[in-house]
């Protein structure tokens, strides 16, 4: 099946630094990736769209100077938190679908990002 | 606006069967996902519906009803291991994904 990887799984940071997290589909082509955020105990809050060779989509709220997202190929997307605060540490968890596969194929997530800001 | 709902919290016995409800109300409907997950890991795939009816995958079956928008996710012999949350996402009319909260499931022995 198809699968998505995501690095680092976890990453500890100081406050004010950047952190880059990659996301890669294995054994598709992704024109579109999804990056989604989860604070403990509640649910997937989807951030942006990743676009390949264009511009991401932001969602409403979500400041797109401060989560630069990069889809350069058909199969990496990459994240970067610039200037990270405490409030930022949280779940962060890429997806993408194989456009292949129809309408009926389902998101695969990555194993997600433990984003740690002290 | 778009909503999705499902229960919070749900407990269950091992060996036992469960059915965790999912009702939307969404602009459009392009099929509806469940998805279990684990706590600290990502989601993983359980099931999709876009038509009415009932899907058997092993153990796990779920059911859509579109006029009622309406889903159930039904768990049989309920194993320690299906203690996870259950979120349901519906894909709406610009084949986004509308996530419900997740319904978290504890198996008690």
């Known amino acids: 099946g198809a699968v998505v990887s995501q690095h680092p799984s976890w990453v500890i940071c100081k406050s004010g630094t950047s952190v880059k997290i990659e996301c890669r589909s294995l054994?598709?082509?992704?024109?579109?990736m999804f990056w989604y955020r989860q604070f403990p105990k509640q649910s997937l809050m989807l951030m942006a769209t990743?676009?390949?060779?264009?511009?991401?989509?932001?969602e409403q709220g979500v400041e797109k100077d401060k989560f630069l997202i990069n889809h350069a190929s058909l199969t990496l997307s990459t994240l970067t938190v610039t200037s990270a605060h405490p409030e930022d540490s949280s779940f962060y968890i890429c997806?993408?679908?194989?456009?292949?596969?129809?309408?009926?194929?389902?998101?695969?997530f990555g194993n997600g990002t433990r984003l740690t800001v002290t | 606006g778009q909503n999705i709902d499902q229960p919070t919290e749900m407990t269950a016995t091992e060996g036992a069967i469960v059915q965790i409800n999912c009702t939307y109300q969404?602009?459009?409907?392009?099929?509806l996902f469940w998805y279990q997950q684990h706590a600290g890991e990502a989601p993983t795939f359980l099931s999709y519906?876009?038509l009415d009816g009932l899907e058997e995958k092993g153990r796990f079956s779920s059911f859509l009803s579109r006029s009622k928008g309406y889903s159930y996710l039904l768990l049989k012999e309920l194993q320690m291991k299906d203690s996870a949350s259950y979120l349901c996402?519906?894909?709406?009319?610009?084949?986004?994904?509308?996530w419900g909260a997740g319904t978290k499931l504890i198996i008690k022995p």
């Open positions: 997806s993408a679908r194989d456009p292949d596969r129809g309408d009926s194929s389902p998101l695969h």
């Open positions: 054994d598709f082509q992704a024109t579109t």
């Open positions: 990743s676009n390949e060779g264009s511009k991401a989509t932001y």
């Open positions: 969404t602009s459009g409907f392009n099929g």
């Open positions: 519906n876009v």
């Open positions: 996402a519906v894909k709406g009319s610009n084949y986004q994904l509308i």
